[in-house]
């Protein structure tokens, strides 16, 4: 089992654009966390996917947004980019009839420019 | 409202010396806590969770609702402690973390 796989490793756009990250979390896991991690801060939750729904959501605009397909694996996307969108974004899986907690992937690196 | 404080943004010590990160929390309900680490070109992963009362790695934490604290300690330090630490806060039926902003450990030789 490779964990939780994210793609891709690094992007850069331009403001105005939109971009469309992905996630696969780890065999077993049916939940997804989304968390947005800027340079010398720890990761904010984004939002949380559970049965192909959003079950939570950070304070995040609504340009942010995600799916989750039947398979468990899951995209984020952001719309209309902003300077400040720049950050890693890390994607976590759990189960969630699970006391356990969350696993990580290695993050997609977003730079606006 | 969920908070989640490490004061120390760096803390550097000598192999063998103790290590204490501290971290506070703020929330009204009975969180999880745990520690979470990543090491140089690593993912953040698990260091231990307050509800397993376990030394991992010789780390040790306590929670102490009364102080509202969960600071993690190290007798001695080795090297290969060098990361970044976070403390992180799960609430009572939600799966969302809050994350600190992180204390950088350094340990020299």
């Known amino acids: 089992d490779a964990g939780v796989t994210q793609s891709p490793t690094h992007l850069i756009k331009t403001r105005g654009q939109q971009v469309t990250l992905r996630c696969s979390p780890k065999?077993?896991?049916?939940?997804v966390s989304w968390y947005q991690q800027a340079l010398g801060q720890g990761p904010q939750f984004i939002f949380q996917?559970?049965?192909?729904?959003?079950?939570q959501r950070g304070n995040f605009p609504d340009r942010f947004s995600g799916h989750q397909f039947p398979n468990y694996s899951s995209e984020l996307n952001v719309n209309a980019l902003l300077l400040g969108d720049s950050a890693l974004y890390l994607c976590a899986s759990s189960v969630t009839s699970s006391e356990e907690t969350q696993y990580f992937g290695p993050g997609t690196r977003l730079l606006v420019l | 409202a969920q908070r989640v404080t490490q004061p120390e943004k760096l803390l550097s010590v000598f192999k063998g010396a103790p290590v204490e990160l501290k971290c506070n929390y703020s929330?009204?309900?009975?969180?999880?806590l745990f520690w979470y680490v990543q090491y140089s070109r690593q993912r953040l992963q698990l260091l231990l969770r307050?509800?397993s009362r376990e030394s991992i790695k010789g780390f040790t934490a306590d929670l102490n609702k009364g102080e509202t604290s969960f600071h993690l300690k190290k007798p001695f330090a080795q090297e290969e402690d060098s990361a970044m630490y976070y403390c992180v806060l799960r609430g009572t039926g939600f799966q969302k973390l809050v994350f600190g902003t992180g204390t950088r450990l350094l340990v020299s030789p």
């Open positions: 929330y009204s309900g009975s969180p999880e």
């Open positions: 065999s077993g896991h049916d939940t």
């Open positions: 307050h509800i």
């Open positions: 996917y559970y049965e192909e729904e959003e079950r």
